[in-house]
């Protein structure tokens, strides 16, 4: 037990290290403009929006069967970091804690309410890269990677906006491409790989 919280005490301590230096020392004013807006819902929900719409529209039932299991990705990660995560370990995030605070830079007009582990936005974006790349590489070949490169910076705007600790955004990228693994194994077995030819006539 002592060995635990030895090790607990030095994962903390480089946890806070290095939030400190992402979120106060490696900035930029690009970075201040820019990242903030990488939390807020409203900013890339249209494009997954449209992705729903244009495959339903454009592979038909199969379609429908991929936008569900896309939706069910969410859910999962969505859920499972709530509840079984943040209401279970109750980490306060950085720019709550009281003994943290004023090593924080917080971007935001407000911090969030709920836990600091794991990251929700890390966990959703995470489970869709995962999901999407399984399920459309054929389609799209190695450019669907970049649905990793979207969910990095997705992730990594938590840590520079002040709300999360680096590992609440690696335990949400853990957490959601396990997510995205299960959905997409489920929905290849349901109807098969994507491709073009797969297409509606």
């Keep these: 037990?002592?060995?635990?919280?030895?090790?607990?005490?030095?994962?903390?301590?480089?946890?806070?290290?290095?939030?400190?230096?992402?979120?106060s020392r490696l900035t930029n004013p690009f970075f201040d403009a820019v990242l903030p807006y990488f939390r807020v819902s409203i900013f890339w929900a249209p494009l997954y929006l449209f992705a729903l719409v244009?495959?339903?529209?454009?592979?038909?039932?199969r379609g429908w069967w991929w936008s569900l299991g896309f939706l069910c990705t969410i859910a999962i990660t969505d859920m499972a970091g709530?509840?079984?995560?943040k209401d279970t370990i109750q980490r306060l995030r950085p720019c709550q804690d009281p003994a943290f605070l004023e090593n924080v830079r917080l971007l935001l007009h407000?911090?969030?309410?709920s836990y600091s582990f794991v990251s929700n936005h890390a966990a959703n974006?995470?489970?869709?890269?995962?999901?999407?790349?399984?399920?459309?590489?054929?389609?799209?070949?190695?450019?669907?990677?970049?649905?990793?490169?979207?969910?990095?910076?997705?992730?990594?705007?938590?840590?520079?906006?002040?709300?999360?600790?680096?590992?609440?955004?690696?335990?949400?990228?853990?957490?959601g491409t396990l997510a995205g693994l299960?959905?997409?194994?489920?929905?290849?077995?349901k109807v098969g790989s994507f491709t073009i030819v797969n297409l509606k006539q």
């Design 1 to 23: 037990m002592l060995l635990l919280a030895s090790l607990w005490h030095t994962l903390d301590q480089w946890d806070k290290w290095l939030f400190v230096e992402l979120n």
């Design 54 to 61: 244009f495959i339903t529209l454009n592979y038909g039932r």
């Design 82 to 85: 709530a509840r079984l995560f």
């Design 110 to 113: 407000q911090c969030s309410g």
């Design 125 to 175: 974006h995470f489970g869709m890269a995962t999901y999407v790349s399984l399920t459309f590489r054929p389609v799209f070949g190695r450019w669907v990677y970049i649905s990793y490169l979207w969910a990095f910076f997705i992730a990594y705007a938590q840590v520079y906006v002040g709300v999360h600790y680096p590992l609440d955004v690696v335990g949400g990228a853990a957490l």
């Design 182 to 189: 299960l959905t997409a194994w489920v929905v290849n077995h």
